[in-house]
Nanobody
Framework: QVQLVESGGGLVQPGGSLRLSCAASGMIYSINVMGWYRQAPGKERDMVAE???????MYADSVKGRFTISRDNAKNTVYLQMNSLKAEDTAVYYC?????????WGKGTLVTVSS
């Protein structure tokens, strides 16, 4: 089993920045994909950014140029640096780890972008 714990959410003004962190623990293999998804009220959960264990990244078009995903394999931790935040970025952000066909999810952290 794998446990994921997110941190770093909160309230920020439009144009501001936040950094999310997700620490993974448990049975973690060296080859995996970690990522961030988000779900706004009344909407489906969508991929925001992903990063493979060897550092290949993928971003949703809506966050390209504003968000940066990174990871520390030694700490089994993934980060999401979010800059130039917009009201439409408001959502619950979930950490995901996928390995060998199994997906694990964190409980989520709320990000609210509002003045």
């Amino acid at each position: 089993q794998v446990q994921l714990v997110e941190s770093g959410g909160g309230l920020v003004q439009p144009g501001g920045s936040l950094r999310l962190s997700c620490a993974a623990s448990g049975m973690i293999y060296s080859i995996n994909v970690m990522g961030w998804y988000r779900q706004a009220p009344g909407k489906e959960r969508d991929m925001v950014a992903e990063i493979t264990s060897d550092g290949i990244t993928m971003y949703a078009d809506s966050v390209k140029g504003r968000f940066t995903i990174s990871r520390d394999n030694a700490k089994n931790t993934v980060y999401l640096q979010m800059n130039s935040l917009k009201a439409e970025d408001t959502a619950v952000y979930y950490c995901n780890l996928g390995e060998y066909g199994i997906d694990y999810w964190g409980k989520g952290t709320l990000v609210t972008v509002s003045s």
